[in-house]
């Protein structure tokens, strides 16, 4: 399995592949509705290279992980 500084890395070449071949059809004449799924995959498989960059470094959304969880604690219920 590849850590993750080698995904970042194979996500970015990758998103430079894709970012070229958007711009060679944009170039032959393709329309905003041909392009606009690959837009969404280009800005998908940029968000994912990011994240996978940064994964040991940026603070993540408390909503998305297990971060800030805490125990209930004992109360009356309890047997």
Not at 58 to 75: M, V
């Amino acid at each position: 399995m590849s850590g993750l500084a080698e995904m970042a890395a194979a996500y970015r070449a990758a998103s430079a592949k894709m970012a070229m071949g958007i711009r060679a059809r944009q170039a032959a004449g393709a329309t905003a509705a041909e392009l606009r799924p690959l837009r969404q995959a280009l800005q998908e498989m940029r968000a994912v290279q990011r994240t996978l960059e940064g994964y040991y470094d940026l603070p993540r959304d408390p909503g998305l992980t297990s971060a800030g969880w805490h125990g209930r604690g004992p109360d009356r219920d309890d047997h």
